[in-house]
């Protein structure tokens, strides 16, 4: 048996701030309280001016994510290194059903990925882009047995992977009566879709023509129908990255009506707005490539709503949709990567890397800045994340019987972010140059020491798969 002993730290969790010792014991954490003693082998680490956090839970994430002809930037292993690095311990990662593979195969060869590499605990959702009696019938498998109890599908990207309402439906059907829940990509694809022609018909290919062509009213066309679907199903709905005032609207009121509909943000879209894109200026300038995400930055008017939701819980949590492309093609030998859009902005590959900074820029630009407090903090990045997925309380808080997921954090050090000192394969960061104020100093996975210091001091590839029980039930 290994044990050790963290001292003196300030513990935070969602509902708790106090100065206590932790004692862990192998993997878990054994007991809390003031003056613990240590064994003679024992481990001691002093966190004395630090706070302790559980473990942050990142549920939206993109690791070795194949979309058209473009792969992720961070496999398994690059990018929980990198998570873990930003105080990051679980992730949810996504398994893709295609024509070519049933949901259980697709949960299998997601696994084959994860296995030995990841450096942080998994779990996954699984996409689901077609639906069919066999198809819905591995979903409830997948919920029952496989620990895997939530799916991701598409109002987007028609051709594809979109879904239409009646697959939906019955995913949303089917899933509700069994635990599960349907997480949603909630734009309208078809009229997106006509608007990208359009565009590309009147000789606009550069990037920022990705943001005019997806507007915000499409968010929220497509949020109030996905709870109406949902409303209809009997089940409850989970919207990710949700970044538009309109889409936000249906969610505030139907959570009001006692609608089990739930929803995330990601930091772009707390620290970034669409005036950076105007930034890029000259029509065929290619910088704006980095802003290519969907849904596309919004106005600053929505950023504000986006944070005040967060505060009175109309949004529980924040994830940080990592799905990284590099802005060189050829980095790392990465391939089709942002340049592959350089003349057709709709060829862009999609998403923006975050994982590492999440709980960092959080940290500054939330608790610091005023915007939320310290334990509302702890909530939005570790606590409510792990009870909406059905990982609590394994994960997601500081208690006797939990996991010993703990980051030691020094809330006074500050530091400058440069993807030049991060650990993703990723060549950008959005918040290059971003100057906070709270550093991840030590992270603990299930009691081993995986950072100290800017060090990598862990085992590799001993993160571990974690079956999910049911979701969508935090209500
Ligand atoms: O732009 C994004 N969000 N890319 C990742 C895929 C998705 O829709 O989550
Ligand atoms: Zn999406
Ligand atoms: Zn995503």
Known sequence: MTTTLIRGGRIVT????????????????????????????????????????????????????????????????????????????TIIDFALQNHNTSPLQAIERAQSKADCTANIDYGFHVIITEVDKRVLEDMRYAIRHEGVSSFKMFMAYPGTVMSDDAAIFQAMRMVGQHGGMVALHAENGTIV?????????????????????RPAILEGEATHRGIKLAELAEAPVYFVHLSAKEALKHVVEARDLGIPVFAETCPHYLFFDESAYAATDEEDSFDAARLVMSPPLRSKEAQNALWTALKTDDLQLISTDHCPYCLKEGHQGKINQKPFGKDDFSKIPNGVPGVETRMTVVYDGGVRSGRISLNRYVELMSTAPAKLFGLFPKKGTIAVGSDADIVIFDPNEQHTISA????SDCDFTLFEGHRVQGKVK????????LVSDDQWVGKTGQGRFVARGEVGKCW
């Open 14 to 89: 969602a509902v708790d701030d106090y100065i206590a010792d932790v004692f862990i014991e192998d993997e878990q954490i054994v007991s809390i309280g003031l003056n613990l003693p240590a064994g003679p082998d024992t481990q001691v680490i002093d966190a004395a001016g630090m706070m302790l956090f559980p473990g942050g839970v990142d549920c939206h994430t993109h690791m070795e994510n194949t979309f058209g002809p473009s792969v992720t930037a961070d496999n398994f292993h690059t990018g929980t290194r990198s998570a873990a690095f930003g105080g990051t311990t």
């Open 193 to 213: 879709e006509l608007l990208i022609q359009e565009a590309l018909a009147q000789g606009h290919t550069s990037p920022r023509y990705h943001a005019l062509t």
């Open 420 to 423: 030049a000192t991060q650990h």
């Open 442 to 449: 030590k992270v603990l996975l299930r009691g081993q020491l």
